[in-house]
DNA sequence: ACGACCAGATCGTAGAACAATCCTTCCCGG
DNA sequence: CCGGGAAGGATTGTTCTACGATCTGGTCGT
């Protein structure tokens, strides 16, 4: 069920030119950064063992360091520790997939719900977010499609005005992504959703709220469906 | 505007006892327990400087070990995290307060929202918090009155049937804990929602979620209203 | 009074060491 | 041939020590 990791040279040196970005702040937290990113970059799959050993050689760190930095990840649910057996990348389950839309549903829809005008900062952001996913589209990168598309959500989740909404989304979408690089093709995930997604962003920049949140139930609908029937990892 | 910690003797022993519970599961999510309990018993008061020394030598742990639990404390919003000064059981603003507002209203909103049937169990344990509630306020016992209060929200929350959204609303109700901590007078916080919270259980009980959202709207308006008027620290 | 400097305390990180646990392998009896 | 169980190695969990980095508070000189 879950893989071992092996430190092959070619991302080995990558880690080690990881280095270099070890000089600002708390090294705990920067490994937790090069980390996170490397997992949502799909370099460490969901299910990978990451090795206490072979990170902090190949990062030139201390385990004690090291450590820390997997128990930020692990409480961000992007790690899983388990005692005595490692941290192992996150792979979720179909009933996590569902526990990810409900509480997007909430707190998405949530944040359009008590809008009277829409920011206008926010929603050039989410306007930014859709120009961004449609020239990915053109040039077939569906995978910066999904991540402009995890943009743009992020920015109906800033609408909320509230520090707190806006990073447990993030949270969120930093989960789901974990869904979609164990999904095969990343086009037939993300493809159908940009027409949807610019309608929905025409509403909110008419400065209709109401109509914008229906569309995102319709989204979620849709998309919670879609995902779950295209994912279909061995731990199910 | 923060205060040292002093090891007095009395909660000196009282940690050595602690270390007791020290014999089941891994070392430092153990450390968290007994560190957010007594955060949130008011043992470390808000402002209160966590030393590692200090804490090391009472619960008789490595300092890596107790390093990793602040971490983790830190992450929930317990504990407040400054390079190279130390941790700092945080001290929250009216902003904080606002925010955690913002974000409990569509949470818990959101939970009586999407609801067709209410769930029998999630209903009962409201009604226990409830029950809880008034029998602690008939003996006077305040700081028991705001207890049962989160756990009514807490049910509120579990109404959503999403883990997530009951482990998000269970951070904030602690980091809640932090204000009602340096509020002089407990009654005043906690008493005026009695009556409400029951007549939002009634409706509950009665299947009508749609009027029992709007109670609790009505509810987080009030609360939040009165926290912030009776909250008014030196950190403001 | 004000700013520079110095010493003590505390944190940040590294590294070694050992115990505890898990995993693999091999052996043995059925 | 198969299953159970013991031995061994590998990895994690935790402690301890050490030292550089940073902050704090006080002193000194101007």
Not at 102 to 117: D, H, K
């Amino acid at each position: 069920m879950f893989y071992d990791l092996v430190v092959t040279e070619e991302w080995g040196a990558r880690l080690a030119g990881d280095r270099a970005l070890l000089d600002r702040g708390s090294t705990a937290e920067r490994v937790a950064d090069i980390l996170r990113q490397r997992i949502t970059e799909g370099v460490f799959l969901p299910g990978t063992r990451l090795s206490e050993e072979s990170l902090r050689e190949a990062l030139g760190i201390s385990r004690n360091t090291l450590r820390e930095a997997f128990r930020l990840l692990a409480h961000e649910g992007l790690l899983e520790h388990q005692l005595n057996r490692g941290v192992f990348v996150r792979l979720l389950s179909t009933a996590d997939i569902r526990d990810l839309y409900a509480i997007r549903r909430i707190l998405e829809c949530g944040a359009l719900r008590n809008l009277s005008t829409v920011p206008a900062e926010a929603a050039a952001e989410a306007g930014a977010a859709i120009e961004a996913a449609e020239t990915a589209a053109a040039r077939g990168d569906w995978g910066a499609v999904g991540t402009a598309n995890m943009r743009f959500h992020q920015a109906i989740a800033d609408l909320s005005g509230s520090r707190r909404v806006a990073e447990t989304v993030r949270g969120l979408l930093a989960e789901l992504r974990l869904v979609f690089l164990v999904v095969a093709d990343p086009r037939q995930l993300h493809e159908p959703y940009l027409a949807g997604n610019r309608a929905l962003y025409e509403l909110l920049a008419a400065g209709d709220a109401r109509a914008a949140e229906e569309a995102l139930q319709r989204y979620f609908d849709d998309a919670e469906a879609q995902l779950l029937a295209a994912y279909a990892p061995a731990a199910g």
